[in-house]
């Protein structure tokens, strides 16, 4: 990075950071924030960081959200029998843009991975059992069908089921390895009416 001078070589550096962005697309986006209007600059900065400053989890489900309760909890027309468990919020998202979904979420931030040394006390799976001391009806797991989504899964059922609550487990139509937030509406949604007790 000799050949940059230092102002712009910390900005390829720290772009380059980011998730899929190798030095070479680091260093055309760092280019082009140098060729942008300082404001707009500016307004792409304050808006990271008020984004990572600002947002929380949202107390019950531990979605992402700007406020105590996130927006789906805090909708009375949502049906808060149905708790629908997920790892990430982007997954969440993924099911919320299917519009077929009417009950609310839990968001474990993770899933239970021993390899990597990722047990059930660093995922949300805690607060998912103190949820369900409430009046539920179903949990329908809908991690993903990796090695530690089945796992994690397989766990959960096992936590909730003696306590008397339907366990559900998402169709297998979501293919084994794939992510979930990369699967289309459609194939989303058959998981969903295809669930299966578990
Ligand atoms: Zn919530």
Redesign the pocket.
């Known amino acids: 990075m000799e050949y940059y001078s230092g102002q712009i070589g910390k900005l390829i550096e720290e772009l380059s950071r980011l998730p899929g962005i190798g030095t070479k697309t680091a260093a055309r986006l760092a280019f082009h924030i140098i060729g942008m209007p300082a404001e707009q600059v500016h307004k792409l900065a304050e808006t990271m960081v008020d984004a990572r400053d600002n947002l929380k989890y949202?107390k019950?489900?531990y979605?992402l959200?700007d406020m105590e309760?996130?927006p789906?909890?805090g909708n009375p027309k949502r049906n808060h029998k149905t708790i629908m468990v997920v790892e990430t919020p982007r997954d969440l998202a993924a099911y919320e843009k299917t519009k077929q979904y009417d009950g609310v979420y839990h968001v474990l931030h993770g899933v239970i991975a021993p390899l990597l040394n990722i047990g059930p006390n660093d995922i949300k799976l805690k607060e998912l059992m103190e949820r369900l001391r409430g009046d539920v009806d179903e949990v329908i797991i809908a991690t993903n069908a990796s090695h530690e989504g089945e796992a994690t899964a397989m766990l959960i059922s096992k936590y909730v089921k003696p306590a008397g609550i339907k366990v559900s487990r998402i169709a297998s139509g979501v293919p084994v390895g794939s992510e979930l937030e990369c699967i289309d509406e459609i194939t989303l949604k058959r998981a969903l009416e295809g669930r299966v007790n578990m």
């Open positions: 949202c019950e489900c979605n959200t309760i996130c789906i909890c």
